[in-house]
């Protein structure tokens, strides 16, 4: 779920939730009265001796770009969608929910992949190579 539909609000009790699965685990689409539209990404992470660690992140984007991306989702140009949003999810180390990020589609069978942003440590998080303790990126290597 997004972090914020997880907080109390009047998106708890409304009824008009829309998914694009059954439920928030199965969907790439979703919209919260009151809170705002969101799409799944991906988030990689490159980790120390190659190795990479993947987050699945939600973004909130705009409900005009939701439609947008719901009606290329399945079609060829869905591999020129970009997206601009906040992350939704706050990540470690430091990267805070609501984080300016570029969404990118690399390849047509997954969803977008959170390719840049203008927020230092989510920046930071995509290009850097990082050492992981108990699988949460701790600091860069180096």
């Known amino acids: 779920m997004p972090d914020p539909a997880l907080e109390p609000g009047p998106w708890h009790d409304a009824e008009d939730w ?8 199965t969907s790439v689409f979703m919209q919260v009265p009151s809170l705002g539209a969101f799409v799944r990404a991906l988030l990689p992470v490159r ?13 909130g984007i705009t409900p005009e770009d939701l439609k947008r991306a719901s009606a290329v989702w399945w079609e060829p140009e ?3 969608l970009v997206l601009e949003g ?7 180390p430091d990267v805070e929910l609501g984080a300016p ?5 690399r390849d047509p069978e997954h969803t977008p992949y959170c390719d840049s942003s203008s927020d230092r440590n989510l ?11 108990d699988g949460d990126p701790v600091r860069p290597v180096g």
Request: glycine share 6%; proline share 2%.
């Open 123 to 133: 920046q930071a998080l995509l290009t850097q190579t990082w050492v992981a303790v």
């Open 18 to 25: 829309w998914m694009s699965g059954e439920d928030a685990r």
């Open 86 to 92: 906040r992350l939704a999810n706050a990540l470690p």
């Open 78 to 80: 869905y591999r020129d």
């Open 101 to 105: 990020v570029r969404l990118v589609v």
């Open 47 to 59: 980790l120390e001796r190659g190795h990479k660690l993947t987050f699945g992140v939600w973004v």
